[in-house]
């Protein structure tokens, strides 16, 4: 089975040696145990996410901290997330009867380490052994998943890649990093570790097969559009927005965590491609639609990218110059195709369930129950997405379900937890149509 994509697309082509292809299928990680080797990087912040949410899951974590990792995160609060002792120190296991390093390396399912740092990396490329981390990761017959982060320099530093081709000969899959800004000094590239739901799903990838809850959507086919579109004015400038994907792609991955054959659409974004989800990269609104049509039929249509109304009439086909005399260009624009609209219109193709977003900055519901009508779909995701709301482009979002029997103000929430309560209403929807048939 090939393991874990994990990198952005055009940075993957670029630059990366470990470029893996999307992984197929899905799974969970109900009893599976995980050993999580925190390296001393400044995203360790976001492996208490990652095991709250593996443990949520029903994962068994065990933690191990490097030196540097307890400059970033506590033992005492990943103790406390996981319930188990955290281990620093590989002389600390000497005097516990009850495991030694050889015994931890192997009772694990897989190994993840994250972060992992450039010098973490080197290490396990040099077959080190001088702390509990590079002990056990020598010593293990599990695989290994190593999730980079790191200053885009670092990333792209020739050791570096040198280490990272010598780990990947060596079986270590990779997952990201992704593109974006850096946590420090607000540098932009690639060296961003990935994502918890990221890493949650790359486990949940390589554990095993979708089973119980998380297989409510199996045999049922799922198209998500998510991310803007950029609608050209020459080949080097665009018309967007300011969509992130992270709705879009959230709800992908929990359509795929259900077990649902998961087809997304994505215009630009800095995101990884979620695991287990077939993803098309598409830049205009007119590319979008083609690739939805392409995708269906479909039981499940989700529509939540951010996809621009016009885009310019004639788009110049080589860059528009300034100069001194010149008048301002001015720009005709015409109407893209309405997507949502052309899915919920269709005959013998229309999906049964079709389900459409709504960014609004004012008079957020009653402009979603007017486009409810007016598209023709069956729910609307209406969100507010005014100045202040940090909605368009943050992590949280605060929604309202608009269908024909009503309107449901959801609290806010992670938009992770937007999309796994919208699957979860999406897949007892979905059992009606099943009842139906
Ligand atoms: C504030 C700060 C942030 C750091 N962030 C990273 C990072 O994101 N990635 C990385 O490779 N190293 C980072 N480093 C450097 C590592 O902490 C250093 O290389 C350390 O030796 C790593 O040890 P470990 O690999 O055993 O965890 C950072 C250092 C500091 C002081």
Same mark, same amino acid.
């Given at each position: 089975?090939?393991?874990?994509? /994990? ?7 670029? !630059? ?32 208490? +996410?990652?095991? !709250?949410?593996?443990? #949520?899951?029903?994962?068994? *974590?065990?933690? *191990? ?5 307890? +400059? ?6 990943v ?16 005097? #516990? ?8 390396? !192997?009772?694990?399912?897989l ?27 020598? =010593? ?6 190593? *999730?980079?982060?790191? @200053? ?19 079986g ?10 850096m &946590? ?10 990935? #994502?918890?739901? #990221?890493i949650?799903?790359?486990? &949940? ?24 579109t ?17 709705? /879009?792609?959230?709800?992908a ?16 974004? @800095? ?56 008048p ?26 079709v389900?459409?977003?709504? =960014? ?39 929604v ?6 009503g309107?449901?103000?959801w609290p ?26």
């Amino acid at each position: 089975m090939t393991v874990v994509a /994990g990198l952005a697309r055009r940075a993957s082509r670029a !630059r990366n040696a470990t470029t893996r292809s999307a992984p197929k299928g899905n799974g969970n990680v109900n009893g599976k145990r995980i050993l999580l080797i925190i390296g001393g990087g400044i995203a360790a912040y976001k492996c208490l +996410e990652l095991i !709250r949410r593996l443990r #949520e899951r029903g994962a068994a *974590v065990r933690v *191990v901290l490097t030196r540097a990792a307890t +400059e970033f995160v506590t033992p005492l609060s990943v103790g406390a997330l996981t319930n188990e002792r955290v281990l620093t120190s590989l002389f600390d296991l000497s005097d #516990e009867q009850e495991i030694g390093h050889i015994r931890l390396s !192997r009772e694990a399912d897989l190994l993840v380490v994250a972060p992992a740092t450039a010098d973490l990396l080197a290490r396990m490329a040099g077959g080190h052994a001088d702390d509990l981390a590079t002990t056990v990761l020598l =010593a293990t017959d599990k695989p290994v998943l190593a *999730v980079p982060a790191m @200053n885009p320099h670092m990333w792209t530093h020739a050791a570096t890649r040198r280490n990272v081709a010598r780990l990947a000969a060596d079986g270590i899959e990779f997952l990201g990093p992704n593109e974006g800004e850096m &946590a420090e000094g607000g540098e932009v590239g690639l060296g961003r570790m990935a #994502e918890p739901h #990221e890493i949650l799903a790359a486990i &949940a990838e390589r554990l095993g097969g979708a089973s119980g809850a998380s297989a409510a959507l199996a045999g049922r086919r799922v198209v998500v559009t998510s991310g803007p579109t950029h609608e050209p004015i020459d080949p080097v400038r665009y018309i967007a927005n300011r969509s992130s994907g992270k709705q /879009g792609h959230a709800i992908a991955t929990a359509a795929a965590a259900m077990g649902a054959e998961t087809v997304m659409v994505s215009g630009p974004t @800095n995101l990884t491609d979620p695991a287990g989800v077939a993803t098309v990269h598409v830049e205009t609104a007119r590319e979008m639609l083609e690739a939805v049509e392409a995708a269906l039929p479909a039981d499940v249509v989700v529509c939540a990218a951010a996809v621009a109304d016009w885009r310019v009439a004639d788009a110049a086909g080589s860059k528009i110059k300034k100069s001194k005399g010149k008048p301002v260009p001015k720009l005709d624009l015409v109407q893209n195709p309405d997507i949502l609209r052309t899915v919920a219109e269709l005959d013998a193709k229309r999906p049964p369930l079709v389900i459409g977003f709504a =960014a609004e900055t004012d008079n957020v519901v009653a402009n979603a129950k007017k486009k409810l009508r007016t598209k023709g779909c069956d729910w609307i995701v209406a969100n507010d997405v005014s100045a202040g709301t940090g909605v368009m482009g943050g992590d949280r979002n605060s929604v309202h379900l608009v269908t024909a029997k009503g309107v449901e103000d959801w609290p806010r929430m992670s938009k992770d937890e937007v999309a796994r309560r919208l699957m979860e209403r999406i897949s007892k929807g979905v059992a009606k149509l099943r009842g139906a048939k």
